[in-house]
């Protein structure tokens, strides 16, 4: 199973993740801050959940980098396998690590331009 959802990049999370709650309702979850700032959270929606990065985080390469897909993979094979297909023909943004979720992070930029935020949480 995957799940994809939306990865929003903004230059003010803390504030926001307020703004996009007001919109679209739902319950903000924090995932990481420094200090006062929100570098991560999640806003879920009516069953759906939306990520969200500060800038200070995530370091969009250009403006127009702000909106990207978030894909949890359920195997360690098929997180490499993806990463490999979209790198082949793109660029990698954020080469494989192991992210402090006890699991895998990379972001690629695939060939048509769509940038994955790509994860893989061990259990």
């Not at 003010?12 to 307020?18: A, L, M, R, V």
């Not at 200070?56 to 490499?80: C, M, N």
């Not at 082949?88 to 048509?112: C, Q």
């Amino acid at each position: 199973m995957m799940i994809a959802q939306p990865f929003i990049v903004v230059d003010n999370c803390k504030d926001e993740i307020k703004y996009y709650q007001s919109v679209l309702g739902g319950e903000v979850k924090i995932l990481r801050k420094q200090g006062e700032a929100v570098l991560n959270a999640d806003l879920h929606v009516e069953g759906a959940s939306i990520k969200f990065a500060d800038t200070q985080a995530s370091k969009p390469l250009l403006k127009g980098d702000y909106v990207r897909v978030f894909l949890k993979i359920d195997t360690e094979e098929g997180f490499r396998r993806i990463y490999g297909e979209f790198a082949a023909g793109g660029t990698i943004n954020t080469e494989v690590y192991e992210a402090p979720f006890n699991g895998l992070l990379a972001i690629v930029t695939d060939r048509n331009g769509v940038c994955w935020v790509l994860s893989y949480y061990r259990t």
